[in-house]
């Protein structure tokens, strides 16, 4: 039988994507949250979905925003130039007069960048790349003392049509702060420059003893409503279960791949799939967030805190929908939470023919709903390793965030590329019976970590117990693997399908905030927060413990933190375990009762 991607993939087309989204860059060019255009997209892509007969509605939030206002940059010493420069977004901003402050280089602004350096009530270098992301390097200037940061922009040396100032936002708060994340937001002056002059500024840091800059940066604080829209294809069988196909709408003037092109994108899926929703078993919901680019994924995180309940029982999992269809990209390349990994790269062979290397995703972009356990897929059609080497770092173009990103960045051929992916991952999540989760890899890794995090970990923190019943639940995802490859022909609707489906969503929901977070399901960590890039981020604080002396006042005091992570992860996995001997019982007695 025809499958439903098969039968929809000859409507998809590229060309609808792309007058979509050069429609948004046109119309609404500066999209940014709290300008205008914003409302005038939402407004504009409600209309469209409501045409191909889905409901729609533009949904409402307030979010913690900021808007630029200006920016100079003067060097004084060792020599005097004026360059050209942009104010990011959430900064303190300088008093009227500017301010006048000592330069050092930072390289990539990373923790390791600051050792040796004196930089408590100095300005900072550093170079746009995401290691770390520019909000991380802004926190952790903050923490270090830094007054003020500089963000000199990717691309190519000496080539001056790249040579562009790259908008940013400097708030590492992941979206509307609370008492407590208010105060994390950095307070620090931040400018944009372009990859010329911040090679001029690298140049006369190393060569000189002292480097002074003047600088003047205002940007506004402050809340806003904004827009997004919203719509709902409502399946067949079983409509109370839905996939997110999502992406952000905010975008820097004129941002025609972040992210026009994206929503357009997301536009030209809704408007073929509602042809065919009578044939389409789960729902779907559509959004085009706000406050993604300033606000640090405000939209998203808003619509988990206002729909937790709706999302904990239904929701199935997301497809982020970013950047696509960009000039120079040559292969597709992935993210995905680990129990789809497979999923997605055996899907991405069949539609491409061509082997994906498909990543284990890291908290970013949108990915709001990582923590919360509702699995995600983002991919697109991407850059070369030697097309980022020679850019310094442009994986999503050297025009990203500039003024150049117009439509001319934007590849028809690539656009359908990764139509063609999305929507096969979107038809096999909302038609195939059994969901395609898998727990085989995450186990493995967690097993892996595990043994590493003891070999270096405090002796005082037991984790082998931990290890074992890691073991034990691997040993339950083969007995959960055989029952979905024996549910893979049942209807929709059976009993064990909707048991072992259920029991999968359970397993994501309880496991992933413990293994790859550093707070709980209900709170967000900064963006890029770096210590959560590390080896199961709550357990290995306890590896942090080992390198304090253990008669010292901060010892004691991270020991009893280092107890509750452990007993946070712990409490995951034996509820885990309880989860598959649960629902695999009510498996079995299923087969009983049909002999």
């Given at each position: ?5 098969d ?7 590229a060309?609808?994507a792309?007058d979509?989204?050069?429609?948004l ?15 005038k ?42 360059m ?14 500017g ?32 290691s ?22 990717w ?36 400018i ?21 800059v003047?600088i ?18 409502r ?8 996939l ?7 975008a820097w003037?004129p ?20 042809r ?55 292969h ?15 899907l ?20 709001s ?10 991919g ?21 965030h500039t003024?150049?990103?117009t ?26 019976p ?15 970590k ?5 070999r ?24 959960i693997?055989?029952v ?10 059976d009993k ?5 489906n259920a ?12 293994f790859?977070t ?5 709170e ?20 942090d413990?080992?390198?304090l ?33 649960l629902?695999?019982?009510l ?8 002999v």
């Amino acid at each position: 039988m025809e499958s439903l991607f098969d039968k929809i993939r000859p409507e998809l087309s590229a060309d609808k994507a792309y007058d979509y989204a050069d429609w948004l860059t046109k119309n609404a060019p500066c999209r940014i949250a709290g300008m205008g255009d914003d409302r005038k997209a939402a407004e504009w892509i409600s209309e469209r979905f409501k045409e191909f007969g889905l409901e729609s509605d533009v949904l409402y939030f307030e979010s913690y925003n900021s808007k630029p206002v200006y920016s100079e940059l003067k060097i004084l010493v060792p020599e005097t130039i004026v360059m050209d420069s942009l104010p990011c977004c959430h900064i303190a901003s300088t008093p009227p007069e500017g301010m006048d402050i000592e330069l050092l280089y930072l390289g990539a602004g990373d923790y390791s960048d600051y050792k040796g350096k004196d930089v408590r009530g100095k300005a900072v270098l550093v170079e746009v790349s995401f290691s770390p992301a520019t909000p991380e390097k802004a926190r952790i200037a903050a923490e270090m003392g830094v007054s003020a940061i500089i963000c000199a922009n990717w691309g190519e040396d000496g080539n001056k049509e790249q040579d562009y100032i790259c908008n940013r936002g400097l708030k590492s708060v992941w979206g509307n702060p609370t008492p407590a994340g208010f105060k994390d937001i950095p307070q620090i002056v931040g400018i944009s420059i372009s990859h010329s002059n911040g090679a001029y500024l690298k140049g006369l840091c190393r060569k000189n003893e002292r480097v002074l800059v003047h600088i003047k940066a205002e940007a506004t604080r402050g809340w806003d409503m904004l827009p997004m829209p919203i719509a709902y294809l409502r399946g067949s069988e079983e409509p109370e279960k839905y996939l997110l196909v999502n992406g952000h709408m905010d975008a820097w003037e004129p941002g025609a791949t972040c992210n026009a092109t994206g929503n357009g994108t997301i536009i030209a899926l809704a408007e073929t799939l509602a042809r065919h929703k009578a044939q389409i078993k789960r729902s779907i919901y559509f959004v085009c967030w706000n406050g993604h680019e300033i606000a640090e994924s405000s939209g998203s995180t808003w619509f988990i805190d206002h729909h937790w309940d709706d999302l904990e029982r239904n929701c199935i999992g997301g497809i982020n929908i970013d950047s696509t269809g960009m000039l120079d990209a040559v292969h597709y390349e992935c993210g995905s939470s680990r129990e789809v990994m497979d999923f997605v790269r055996n899907l991405s062979k069949r539609v491409l023919n061509e082997n994906t290397n498909v990543q284990p995703l890291k908290k970013y972009g949108d990915q709001s709903f990582f923590g919360i356990g509702i699995n995600s897929v983002v991919g697109r059609m991407g850059m070369t390793n030697e097309y980022i080497e020679r850019t310094h770092g442009a994986n999503i173009g050297w025009w990203n965030h500039t003024i150049e990103d117009t439509m001319d960045k934007v590849d028809r051929v690539n656009l359908k590329k990764d139509l063609d992916i999305a929507a096969a991952i979107i038809c096999d999540y909302v038609n195939n019976p059994v969901l395609p989760y898998d727990f085989t890899i995450m186990c493995q890794d967690v097993e892996r970590k595990i043994e590493d995090i003891i070999r270096e970990a405090d002796k005082k923190i037991e984790l082998h117990s931990v290890l074992e019943n890691i073991r034990k639940l691997q040993a339950h995802v083969a007995r959960i693997n055989r029952v979905r490859e024996g549910c893979a022909c049942r209807p929709i609707h059976d009993k064990q399908v909707r048991l072992i489906n259920a029991l999968s969503m359970k397993l994501s929901r309880t496991l992933t905030w413990a293994f790859y977070t550093l707070c709980d399901r209900f709170e967000q960590s900064p963006y890029a927060y770096t210590p959560e890039a590390r080896p199961i981020p709550l357990l290995y604080t306890a590896v942090d413990l080992a390198k304090l002396a253990t008669d010292g006042l901060e010892y004691k005091l991270k020991y009893t933190s280092v107890i509750r992570n452990r007993n946070r992860v712990s409490n995951a996995v034996i509820n885990a375990l309880e989860y598959c001997d649960l629902y695999l019982a009510l498996i079995e007695g299923c087969n009983s009762a049909m002999v």
